[in-house]
């Protein structure tokens, strides 16, 4: 009996609790596959698969925490849908980059975006008032439509920290509050990951197990993640946004 417990991947329940951590992480805030891809690196597998089967976590994240805005009453459609769209047909350029470089490569790159996210986050601009008026609609949503075709495309290639910069956008452009820019990510995260995740299916770059046990914790943490915020509002969001920068500044120092 002993030697059967010690025979038991070890993987598996901590990719479980990761992913519930990152579940929360990407739900209120962003920068979960910052954490996610060096881990799956980190167990053995190769930077395409890792980047392949992190992708099964970012859908499960992406699907529960719409399930749990949407119980709660919070929806942006049909914006996050011609949006999603548009980041869709972007997304599966972006993994065919992703599939194309090296290991060696990407690890740079992921390196590099990393340092850029950090640095996005720290030297945003000021929050705009809450009394502006939604920009959702004609020219508005035209150029969000050619923004997110580009964001897709960054999304399909790595994901990471791509959350901060959706939300971003949608806060000073669209003039979201931050509970309704998270209802709308994970709208347009879910649509464009599935496009890249097949993509990378196709090319057998997907470990199934990994990434199974990851999505389970995600599943969890974006569900009750997204009610918390709803009830709580954009107060807590914002101090998520902190604890997620700061344990990626550690993931930075530390790896």
Same mark, same amino acid.
């Given at each position: 009996?002993? !030697?059967?417990?010690?025979?038991?991947?070890?993987?598996?329940?901590?990719?479980?609790?990761?992913?519930?951590?990152?579940?929360?992480? @990407? *739900?209120?805030?962003?920068?979960?596959?910052?954490?996610?891809?060096?881990?799956?690196?980190?167990?053995?597998?190769? +930077?395409? %698969?890792?980047?392949?089967?992190?992708?099964?976590?970012?859908?499960? *994240?992406?699907?529960?925490?719409?399930?749990?805005? &949407?119980?709660?009453?919070?929806?942006?459609?049909?914006? +996050?849908?011609?949006?999603? *769209?548009?980041?869709?047909?972007?997304?599966?350029?972006?993994?065919?980059?992703?599939?194309?470089?090296?290991?060696?490569?990407?690890?740079?790159?992921?390196?590099?975006?990393?340092?850029?996210?950090?640095?996005?986050?720290?030297? =945003?601009? &000021?929050?705009?008032?809450?009394?502006?008026?939604?920009?959702?609609?004609?020219?508005?949503?035209?150029?969000?439509?050619?923004?997110?075709?580009?964001?897709?495309? /960054?999304?399909?290639?790595?994901?990471?920290?791509?959350?901060?910069?959706?939300?971003?956008?949608?806060?000073? /452009?669209?003039?979201?509050?931050? %509970?309704?820019? @998270?209802?709308? =990510?994970?709208?347009?995260?879910?649509? /464009? *990951?599935?496009?890249?995740?097949?993509?990378?299916?196709?090319?057998?770059?997907?470990?199934?197990?990994?990434?199974?046990?990851?999505?389970?914790?995600?599943?969890?943490?974006?569900? @009750?993640?997204?009610?918390?915020?709803? =009830? &709580?509002?954009? &107060? !807590?969001?914002?101090?998520?946004?902190?604890?997620?920068?700061?344990?990626? +500044?550690?993931?930075?120092?530390?790896?």
């Amino acid at each position: 009996m002993l !030697i059967s417990l010690l025979d038991f991947p070890w993987e598996y329940p901590l990719l479980v609790l990761v992913g519930l951590i990152v579940g929360i992480i @990407n *739900t209120m805030a962003g920068g979960g596959s910052l954490l996610t891809l060096p881990i799956l690196i980190f167990l053995g597998l190769p +930077s395409s %698969v890792a980047n392949g089967t992190n992708r099964i976590a970012i859908m499960m *994240t992406a699907f529960s925490a719409n399930m749990g805005f &949407k119980s709660m009453g919070i929806s942006t459609f049909p914006f +996050s849908a011609y949006t999603g *769209t548009c980041a869709l047909a972007g997304s599966i350029i972006g993994a065919h980059i992703a599939i194309d470089i090296n290991d060696e490569l990407f690890n740079k790159i992921l390196s590099v975006i990393m340092i850029l996210v950090i640095l996005i986050i720290v030297f =945003k601009p &000021k929050i705009v008032s809450n009394n502006l008026a939604l920009r959702l609609s004609g020219k508005h949503l035209r150029l969000s439509c050619i923004v997110f075709f580009f964001l897709g495309v /960054y999304g399909g290639f790595v994901n990471a920290g791509i959350g901060f910069i959706i939300m971003l956008f949608l806060h000073y /452009y669209n003039r979201m509050n931050l %509970v309704r820019v @998270n209802a709308t =990510k994970v709208v347009i995260v879910l649509v /464009y *990951t599935i496009g890249a995740f097949l993509t990378f299916v196709f090319n057998d770059l997907v470990n199934y197990s990994y990434g199974i046990c990851l999505a389970l914790g995600t599943m969890i943490g974006g569900w @009750n993640a997204s009610r918390f915020a709803v =009830k &709580k509002g954009e &107060k !807590i969001i914002k101090v998520f946004l902190v604890i997620s920068v700061f344990m990626i +500044s550690i993931k930075l120092w530390l790896f």
